[in-house]
C-alpha cells in the first residue's frame, strides 16, 4: 500500500482527476479516497512510488508520500 497526503484534493471531482491519472500510470492498481482527511491510499499491481506521484503531480495536485 502506498499512501499520499494530497493537500489540494478538495472534492470528489479532484478524486476523479486523481483516479483518472493513476490508472494511466497502473490500470490494475486499486485507489481508496479518504477526502476529509486530504489522503490518497493505492495499492499498485505493478507502479512505483515516483510513477505514482508524477502521475498525481502530472494531474494538477501535490502529493506528498506518508
Known amino acids: ?5 494530497v493537500k489540494d484534493l ?3 471531482h479532484c478524486a476523479s482527476k486523481i483516479n483518472r491519472a493513476l490508472r494511466e500510470a497502473d490500470p490494475e492498481a486499486r485507489v ?3 477526502v476529509p482527511a486530504l489522503r490518497v491510499e493505492i ?3 505493478y507502479a512505483d512510488t515516483a ?3 508524477e502521475a498525481i503531480t502530472a494531474a494538477g ?3 506528498v508520500p506518508v
Open 1 to 5: 500500500m502506498i499512501a499520499f497526503q
Open 10 to 12: 478538495s472534492c470528489g
Open 32 to 34: 481508496h479516497f479518504d
Open 43 to 45: 495499492d499498485p499491481a
Open 51 to 53: 510513477e505514482l506521484s
Open 61 to 63: 495536485y501535490t502529493p
